[in-house]
């Protein structure tokens, strides 16, 4: 039945960090910008006995430098992390990739904790913080901890978060020497990513190609990206075309690009955004 109500919800205000995992569970869902929670519910895809509303939430947003580590609190809106002089400094991909999710409306409302959560796999998120290396900080019953992006996302829609647990802040390495660039093939209906690619080369660590949109999850095709060694136009060629052995018949096709368009548009973006990589690294 399509219905643009949703069911029957109460509304969670806490005013504490330890409040709000109180309040979780399995019939209970986080509110953040509610950009994806509040479509699903009226489509009735969630039904949530409750709504815990994180905004106003001591120590979920912020953006701070810690020596070689970027903190970007869990409700920080994808404008402000685009507007942000610490993220363009210390990783500017990441200010470059907030600034190319949706529209405006969208990036005022939606956070960084909340696209992390969702793991919608057309977001771009996902993307740059599993070619970043980046951690996932959540908080919950048992405590806090850190979950590697490369093990956060699990799936479709699906991480490596408990039901109780809340996504804090997301922790981004600052590398030496690194270049990153994020190449986007956006939908004309939503401004999500058809595909996404995300490369990085340079620096002490090895290079990486992180593909969005194709498959359920971030996928990383570690052995493309391992071909590259340098600025040489046929071998970024070469590892940018072996993405679709990474791929293999994994792609997920829709209305409006079939698998096997995606599988080569992110063979066409990896090359794109590994150029751009190569020449950012120091
Ligand atoms: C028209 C439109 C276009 C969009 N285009 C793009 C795009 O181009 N690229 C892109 O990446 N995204 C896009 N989005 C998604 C948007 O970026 C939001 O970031 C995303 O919807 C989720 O963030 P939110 O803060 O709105 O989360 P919510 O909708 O509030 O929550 C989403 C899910 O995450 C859970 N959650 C939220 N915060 C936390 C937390 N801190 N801890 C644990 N769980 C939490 C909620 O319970 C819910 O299950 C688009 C959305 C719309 C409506």
Redesign the pocket.
Same mark, same amino acid.
């Given at each position: 039945m399509y219905t643009m109500r949703p069911s029957e919800f109460t509304f969670q205000r806490p005013g504490s960090l330890d409040e709000a995992v109180a309040l979780l569970g399995d019939e209970a #869902? +986080?509110? /953040?910008? !509610?950009?994806?929670? &509040? +479509?699903a519910m009226k489509l009735r895809l969630?039904t949530p006995q409750t709504l815990v509303d994180?905004s106003g939430l001591p120590g979920?947003d912020g953006i701070t430098r810690d020596g070689d580590v970027l903190r970007i609190g869990?409700?920080t809106t994808?404008a402000t992390v685009a507007a942000s002089g610490t993220v363009s400094e210390s990783v500017p991909v990441l200010a470059e990739t907030a600034a @190319? &999710?949706? %529209?405006r409306q969208?990036r005022r #409302? !939606?956070?960084i904790? !909340?696209?992390c /959560?969702?793991a %919608?796999p /057309?977001? %771009?998120?996902p993307t740059v913080l599993v070619a970043l290396d980046a951690a996932i900080a959540a908080a919950g019953p048992r405590g806090a901890r850190e979950i590697p992006a490369r093990e956060f996302f699990t799936g479709l829609f699906a991480t490596a978060?408990a039901p109780d647990? @809340?996504?804090?802040a997301v922790h981004v390495p600052i590398r030496a020497g690194v270049g990153a660039a994020y190449e986007k093939h956006?939908s004309p209906r939503?401004?999500?990513?058809v595909v996404g690619v995300a490369a990085t080369f340079g620096g002490e660590v090895p290079p990486e190609i992180v593909v969005g949109g194709v498959t359920g999850s971030p996928l990383r095709a570690t052995a493309a990206a391992a071909q590259v060694t340098g600025s040489d136009a046929n071998t970024i060629a070469a590892a940018a075309s072996a993405v679709a052995d990474a791929i293999g018949d994994a792609a997920i096709g829709d209305t409006y690009a079939s698998g096997e368009y995606r599988a080569h548009l992110a063979t066409v973006l990896a090359g794109r955004a590994m150029t751009r990589a190569v020449q950012r690294a120091t």
């Open positions: #869902r +986080p509110l /953040a910008g !509610g950009h994806s929670l &509040i +479509p969630a994180l979920l869990a409700m994808h @190319l &999710i949706g %529209d969208v #409302r !939606g956070t904790g !909340g696209s /959560a969702h %919608d /057309a977001a %771009d998120y978060l647990e @809340l996504v804090t956006k939503s401004g999500y990513a």
